[in-house]
């Protein structure tokens, strides 16, 4: 049954910062068919176009048994196609080229070189990092889907942003700062790196109105402004938070805690990645991602983890999302599989009434844990432990003794008591949460709770997964 917004939170009108594509219905299968024809019309050129690669796609084709551009003859025989690229091939590809050519933008580089004016990459935390490419006509397109997001975000043009985000060469980083500066915004780029003193210190000497910044850092400064700054993170002025990087971003108990402690809103986004983006509206919980790139990328093209058929794309729709870019030009995302498990949602947003489709981010295919049968994400544990607020801090560690997928039981949980929460009260928290993720999850973790501080802190991207060393 279809639900209808609260009368309150109708404002979308034709001018709406989500409105950007001329698809005039309220109808699902109607709004998805235009979206599809839109794809089918570009994905024939960008299939022509990466055909001509004869180092890496047109080999992936040929594999798949396609003999020529003409063979694929509808967007369902596009989705037919395995998955040409993922983080492995990815890696592999570019030390191929490095080898080959002597460069590192792989083999799957679809334009000159010396056409590729801009880099970012993964933070290579599992690995080699893995590079994302630029031609002009790329990051010209990024800065474009990038400054709708922050339109969003009610991002002004000529006023101060400080971006907390890793620098370096994360697509959060420059690309953002870029973006940001392209908009005609001014940011502040202290970048993460900075840490927690500089930030606060150049926050309060800048006075932005707006933040960037993953939820852990945006923790970290709730938690030493008062010893940093002599004052709370609410008297720096900030009144809007944009988060990315991590789980987190879009749960009821981080949007209230960011309420409570800075007075500001919450938008939490993902993009930059091969045209990619996505933002949650400005209601004041949230409910899914706004896809915000259409037009420029096929970013949920969903399959089956296991079987690894294409799924119907539809509302409640649970997959792996496999990413097509459908103009990029410089070592594009064609067939890629992203490894993130959407989860979508067609229709009218119970928060902004705005009608279109929305992602949750279920969680990673290559953090999926198995635990006596049981398949679970870190992201469902964290959300649940974020339920304890304050009690528990939020911050969490799975403590594993030998690497996923396979879990012996019981599933160790390392998190936090919250600040003052008297050691008393340890044991019955432990409990509870025992509880709750049994109820929610069907499985029971062995919580150990810890003093407040006890686990450490990072301004960028917080894996929750820890794995013991052999």
Same mark, same amino acid.
């Given at each position: 049954m279809p639900y209808a917004a609260p009368t309150a939170?109708?404002?979308?009108?034709?001018?709406?910062?989500?409105?950007?594509?001329?698809?005039?219905?309220?109808?699902?299968?109607?709004?998805l068919a235009a979206l599809d024809a839109l794809r089918w019309k570009k994905l024939q050129r960008q299939i022509r176009y990466v055909w001509r690669n004869e180092d890496y796609y047109r080999c992936r084709f040929i594999e798949a048994g396609i003999g020529s551009?003409?063979?694929?003859?509808?967007?369902?025989?596009?989705?037919?196609?395995?998955?040409?690229?993922?983080?492995?091939?990815?890696?592999?590809? +570019?030390? @191929?080229?490095?080898?080959?050519?002597?460069?590192?933008?792989?083999?799957?580089?679809?334009?000159?070189?010396?056409?590729?004016?801009?880099?970012?990459?993964?933070?290579?935390?599992?690995?080699?990092?893995t590079f994302y490419v630029f031609s002009r006509k790329d990051l010209e397109i990024t800065c474009k889907v990038l400054g709708r997001m922050f339109r969003v975000a009610g991002i002004r043009p000529g006023e101060t942003t400080f971006h907390a985000f890793g620098l370096s060469l994360w697509l959060a980083g420059i690309t953002y700062v870029q973006a940001l500066e392209a908009y005609g915004a001014r940011p502040v780029a202290v970048g993460a790196e900075g840490g927690v003193p500089k930030i606060l210190r150049y926050i309060v000497l800048t006075r932005p109105r707006v933040l960037f910044a993953t939820p852990s850092m945006a923790n970290q400064l709730i938690e030493r402004a008062p010893g940093e700054i002599g004052k709370p993170v609410g008297a720096l002025g900030i009144e809007t938070l944009v988060v990315c990087g991590e789980p987190g971003g879009s749960q009821p108990a981080f949007r209230a805690r960011i309420r409570e402690h800075f007075g500001a809103q919450t938008f939490d986004m993902t993009g930059g990645a091969w045209h990619n983006g996505t933002i949650t509206c400005d209601s004041e919980d949230a409910h899914g991602m706004h896809y915000m790139a259409e037009d420029?990328?096929?970013?949920?093209?969903?399959?089956?983890?296991?079987?690894r058929q294409p799924l119907e794309i539809r509302d409640g729709a649970v997959g792996e999302a496999i990413h097509t870019g459908l103009e990029y030009e410089a070592a594009p995302?064609?067939?890629?599989?992203?490894?993130?498990?959407?989860?979508l949602h067609v229709g009218e947003c119970p928060g902004?009434?705005?009608?279109?489709?929305?992602?949750?981010?279920?969680?990673?295919?290559d953090d999926m844990l198995m635990?006596?049968?049981?398949?679970?994400?870190? @992201?469902?544990?964290?959300?649940?432990?974020? +339920?304890?607020?304050?009690?528990?801090?939020?911050?969490?560690?799975?403590?594993?003794?030998?690497?996923?997928?396979?879990?012996?039981?019981?599933?160790?949980?390392?998190?936090?008591?919250?600040?003052?929460?008297?050691?008393?009260?340890?044991? @019955?928290?432990?409990? @509870?949460?025992?509880?709750?993720v049994r109820e929610l999850l069907s499985l029971r973790p062995a919580v150990a709770v810890l003093p407040f501080g006890g686990l450490p802190r990072s301004g960028a991207k917080t894996k929750l997964i820890e794995v013991a060393q052999p």
């Open positions: 939170f109708r404002h979308v009108t034709d001018a709406s910062p989500l409105r950007y594509l001329d698809i005039d219905t309220r109808d699902p299968a109607e709004y551009p003409e063979d694929i003859r509808s967007l369902a025989d596009f989705r037919r196609l395995p998955a040409f690229l993922d983080k492995t091939r990815h890696r592999d590809s +570019q030390e @191929a080229s490095l080898g080959r050519y002597g460069h590192p933008l792989g083999l799957h580089l679809t334009a000159r070189p010396e056409a590729a004016i801009h880099l970012a990459a993964t933070s290579g935390t599992t690995g080699t990092p420029y990328c096929f970013r949920y093209d969903l399959v089956d983890p296991e079987t995302a064609f067939r890629n599989a992203t490894g993130d498990i959407l989860r902004c009434g705005h009608f279109g489709v929305r992602m949750e981010i279920v969680g990673r295919a635990v006596k049968g049981v398949k679970v994400y870190p @992201a469902a544990i964290q959300k649940i432990v974020h +339920q304890f607020l304050p009690k528990l801090s939020g911050e969490l560690r799975i403590r594993l003794d030998a690497p996923p997928p396979k879990v012996a039981p019981p599933l160790k949980l390392a998190v936090e008591a919250g600040e003052g929460v008297p050691e008393a009260e340890w044991p @019955a928290l432990g409990k @509870a949460l025992e509880q709750r």
